[in-house]
């Protein structure tokens, strides 16, 4: 079974400064990918990056980008430079080979200007 | 816009009440997942559906039935409704199955029993 556990309910960060998101998770898998989804008031679920476990090289989206740890099974974001767009409830999830999601309970996010 | 529509948007009913809820994947996507989001339980797996066929389930009441039809659209079925049932219902589709596959989520049916 799979499990992901976010420890961090609410966060807040000043505009154009760093933010880092923490996730933790569990699998039996030895294949399996790793996500990170935003989710704005606007309650669309929009995937931000994603991280093939078989891949040791981190992931990068513009201002977007994870540190993967594997043996430790830590995938944590980082937001560069935050805007206030940024402002979400952000999901981590897995990913193994029955292809559900698997997500966290989500780290809402507070930019402020 | 993801590409996956969701109808209806809203949905408010009563206890015992029956609903139907549907999603209409991407235009080429075989897989449709549905998901419900609710405020204890987080973002849950219900079911997968591939090619018309049931791929897997998950945390789905036997109250709530789905299926995927031959045009590839889907609907979930919920009976006999509690009020615990109220929560975000989120549809995602993708182009297959085994790997990766990035899913794209609808906006999702808000669904509130009263």
């Known amino acids: 079974a799979q499990t992901v556990t976010q420890s961090q309910p609410e966060m807040s960060v000043q505009e154009a400064e760093t933010v880092t998101l923490s996730c933790t998770y569990d699998t039996s898998e030895n294949n399996y990918y790793l996500f990170w989804y935003k989710q704005p008031p606007s309650r669309q679920m929009i995937l931000v990056i994603r991280?093939?476990?078989?891949?040791?090289q981190n992931a990068t989206e513009n201002r977007f980008s994870v540190n993967f740890q594997k043996a430790a099974k830590s995938f944590s974001l980082k937001i560069s430079d935050s805007q206030l767009g940024d402002t979400a409830m952000y999901f981590c999830a897995s990913q193994g080979g029955s292809e559900k999601l698997v997500f966290g309970k989500g780290t809402k996010l507070t930019v402020n200007p | 816009d993801s590409g996956v529509t969701q109808t209806p948007k809203h949905l408010i009913t009563a206890t015992g009440q029956r609903v139907t809820l549907r999603c209409s994947p991407r235009s080429g996507d075989l897989s449709v997942y549905w998901y419900q989001q609710s405020l204890d339980q987080g973002l849950q797996f219900l079911i997968h559906y591939y090619n018309g066929e049931e791929r897997a389930k998950g945390n789905i009441l036997e109250r709530f039935s789905a299926q995927q039809f031959p045009d590839l659209h889907s609907e979930l079925n919920l009976s006999s409704l509690e009020l615990g049932d109220s929560a975000l219902y989120f549809c995602?589709?993708?182009?297959?199955?085994?790997?990766?596959?990035?899913?794209?989520f609808g906006q999702g049916t808000r669904l509130t029993v009263v």
């Open positions: 991280q093939e476990a078989y891949k040791q």
């Open positions: 995602a589709s993708s182009v297959h199955e085994g790997g990766y596959t990035e899913a794209f």
